[in-house]
Every structure is written in C-alpha cells, then in structure tokens.
C-alpha cells in the first residue's frame, strides 16, 4: 500500500494524507483545510491532489477546521463515502463547517470586490451551506476503544487524544497479502494535564506511526502557572490600566477552557468584579456542545459540577450572538474581557476587536494559540513591529500584546513523547512519520524522538508517496 502526505507536510495546517491499498481502496486520513494565510491559501485549497469521487472513506480524528474543512468541498466535487469519526466529532462539525462556509462567503465577497476595481477574475468561494447540510449526511460516528470494521481489509479503532472534545487517534488494521499492517495516526495529541479534557489514552500497537509535531521544539508552563499568568494580566489590564483584555480564541475548546478557568477564579473569588464577554456565535453554540458531553470532562470538572452545574458560566460572564450587541462592545467605556474569535486573527468579529483597540496603551491583546508564521496573530507579536495593517488600514500599535503558552491544545514536546512511549514498544515500530509542524519543530522533534529511542524517522514532503 501507499501513503500519500497531501497536506500539513513542513507546515500546521491542511492535514490530508491519502492510504491506497493493494486492492485500490482509498482511505484519506482527514481532510484538512489550509489556513493563516487568508485568500492566499485559496489555490491550496482547491488543489487537492486527488479526484474526490475515487475517495471510499474519510477517517477523521477531529473537528478543527485545518483537520475537517475540506469535507463540504470533496462533497461538492462528487464525493459520497463515509466520513468516520466519534460522535462529539460530528456534533462539532455540524456547527463549525457551517461557520466556515459563512466565513467563506464574506471573504470572497471583499476579495471580489478588490478584483473587480482592477478588473481580474472573480472567484466563488469553496463551497456553501448548502453543500455542508448535505455532507454532514455522509458521517458515520463510532465511539472510542472499540473495533469498527470499515470494510473487509480495514479495521479501525478510536482512541482518545486528549486535544479537544471528541479527538482521537486512528488506529488502522488493514489485511494486504496474508498480513496485517497497523498504521496509528495521531492526529493532534493534547496535553498531558489540560483544564477540562481527559489525558490522552494509550492507543494500541502500532506499525507504522503519523504523529503530529506542532509543538516539537517547545515546552509549555504548568498549568497552575497558566491560571495565575492569566489572572495576572486580567489585573494589570482591567484593574490597574482600567482597559480592554481582548483574547482571540479558537471558538472550540480554547475559549471553553479560558471560560472554565475564569469560572474557578469566579468562585474562589479572585476574578476581578468586570464584565466577561465572549463574542462569538460559534462559541456559543459549541459551549452547547460541551454541556451536552461533560460526561468526557475530567475529574476537575466532574468535582466542580457537584456544586456549580454550569462550569462555563458565571454571573459576570455574557455570551453574546447579536452582532449589534458585538459593535457596541467597542464603545463600551468599561474595563472588560472580550473572548472572540478567531484565534489566528485571520477573520471573525475579534479582528475588528483587535482593529478598534491596537492603538490604545491601556489595552491588552492576549494570545493564547499556536498561530502559523503568516497569520495576523503572529505578525502581530512582532516587537519590532510598530504598525500593522487590519482591513487594509495600517494602525499603530500601542496595545499591549503578550502571550500565554499554557492554554494551548497541543502536547509539547515531552508529553507528546511520554504519551507515544506509554503507548508503544517503540522498539517494534517499523516507521515514524512527522506531519503537522513548522520544518524547524519538525526537525527539533526528531531529534527528541531518536534520543527517545525512535529509529527509521521521516519528515515528509508535501505530495510526497512512499510505500509500505
């Protein structure tokens, strides 16, 4: 069989890797879209590297958009197999493709509109509403550590990997000449101790490794620490500068986990007495979600729920949908904290946020995410940038902007490993693969890994095939 790297090969996003087996089904590892870098990922996007109706399944181990977002297009483009993944992966899905097809919409509308003053081409933008409502019709769910047999030659099996609400590792058992070969793709591996997820599980043996590396050359601060570094700059910004603490977060996971942080610093009564915002219908809906799973909550959050049975939310705490209510946010002379999304700057409502307040000292712009190098997130913790440019308008930067490592899904560097060897006789691997990393993480981590006792290690190629 082989194993084609489409997608997040020397980069983070547009996880997309193809398996053909001997007998020609064609299983493709997520379906990834690429992002941080606005329209200039549009060729990327629509340039696949295969034909969609030959795809026979997608197995899918999570619901971020640079993992999934490519789902309403192949379907658009003729695909009609299964997409196979856990239940709160689909529930996910159902409100974040949704929100990425509007994204879309109002993206191409302002590109358009720039090409059609200098007279170029006009684009249509990947796909629509209507083309995930029906997609979503293909999903599949299947729980986590039980054998779901995809077809006669492939067997799979979910394993929870900590990294958001439904994540998984995807362990393949797939029959090719009179044996088995076992391939585990990681997926996106989450941390050792996160604020409201379960540590990843062991996944079982594996052959042939695809490991993500987002955080290969990095070590993250305790988590203990990443709650009083938050309270700290809540402090500094809302309580001694009398300002705005803006916080770009991903609507899914990250902005549950700031919440449910706030929570607990709410109900030790160390949260100061301001208003918390989080300005986001797709936050809004995912928090939904969340409540509808607490059950795949840690132990904290099962303790905090015996007596307080809302964990992301609180009383000085508003979830806002209407975008008049976001506006007003703006003109709102009060001390604040404005959760909004998206995380990598890139589009959303907390762009505009970031555009109203760059240039007011008393502010704070809070990262809290892996941004990719190109993306308006990571521009903007430059320090030696002055200026920046958002919608087209250079602004002076006179916020405050800092970053706080320890609220990031991903595992760093020695928990990824300590997770791998908990779940591996690394002895018996036959081959590792990198994906999902920048090139300098990606060789840092294979570094790690060979002092960790790893052998025969790759960093693939972007369109790169090999055959095991």
């Not at 249509?124 to 986590?144: A, K, S, W």
Request: aromatic fraction near 8%; glycine fraction near 8%; charge should be negative.
């Amino acid at each position: 069989m082989t194993i084609q790297f489409l997608g997040a090969a020397g980069e983070v996003t547009g996880s997309k890797h193809l398996i053909t087996t001997a007998k020609g089904k064609r299983i493709l590892l997520d379906c990834g879209m690429f992002q941080g870098k606005g329209m200039e990922t549009d060729a990327d996007n629509r340039n696949l590297g295969f034909e969609p109706k030959d795809i026979d399944y997608v197995i899918l181990t999570h619901a971020h958009i640079d993992h999934s977002g490519l789902i309403p297009y192949i379907y658009k483009l003729g695909f009609r197999g299964d997409v196979i993944c856990t239940p709160a992966t689909r529930d996910l899905c159902a409100i974040m493709l949704q929100d990425t097809a509007f994204i879309q919409a109002q993206d191409v509308r302002w590109y358009n509109k720039k090409m059609d003053r200098q007279h170029k081409p006009k684009i249509q933008p990947l796909y629509d509403i209507n083309h995930v409502e029906r997609c979503m019709h293909l999903f599949v769910t299947v729980g986590y550590d039980r054998k779901f047999r995809v077809c006669d030659e492939v067997m799979l099996t979910f394993t929870n990997s900590g990294h958001m609400l439904g994540s998984a590792v995807a362990s393949l058992e797939i029959k090719e000449g009179g044996e088995t070969k076992r391939i585990a793709y990681t997926g996106d591996l989450g941390r050792l101790h996160s604020h409201i997820l379960c540590s990843p599980v062991p996944f079982p043996q594996c052959d042939y490794l695809i490991c993500e590396s987002t955080y290969g050359d990095r070590l993250h601060e305790d988590r203990l620490v990443t709650e009083e570094q938050l309270l700290g700059v809540v402090e500094d910004t809302c309580v001694y500068k009398k300002g705005k603490l803006i916080i770009p977060s991903f609507s899914v996971g990250r902005t549950q986990e700031i919440v449910y942080v706030l929570n607990q610093l709410y109900n030790d009564g160390r949260l100061p007495h301001i208003p918390v915002f989080v300005d986001s219908p797709l936050s809004v809906n995912a928090t939904h979600i969340f409540r509808m799973y607490t059950d795949a909550l840690n132990d904290e959050v099962q303790d905090t729920m015996r007596f307080d049975p809302d964990p992301f939310g609180f009383n000085t705490l508003k979830y806002i949908t209407d975008i008049k209510e976001s506006k007003a946010l703006n003109n709102d002379p009060r001390p604040c904290i404005i959760i909004s999304a998206s995380g990598m700057l890139e589009a959303g409502r907390v762009k505009h946020h970031v555009a109203n307040h760059i240039s007011d000292p008393s502010c704070t712009i809070l990262i809290v995410g892996y941004c990719t190098p190109e993306s308006l997130g990571a521009r903007i913790q430059d320090p030696n940038k002055k200026w920046i440019s958002i919608f087209g308008f250079d602004r002076k930067i006179k916020a405050q902007v800092t970053k706080i490592e320890g609220f990031s899904g991903h595992g760093d560097y020695t928990e990824m490993i300590d997770y791998l060897t908990r779940s591996l006789d690394v002895t018996k691997l036959k081959h590792t693969f990198i994906v999902h990393g920048e090139s300098a993480a990606q060789q840092t981590y294979k570094d790690h890994l060979y002092e960790a006792g790893f052998r025969d290690i790759s960093i693939p190629q972007k369109g790169e095939s090999v055959i095991i």
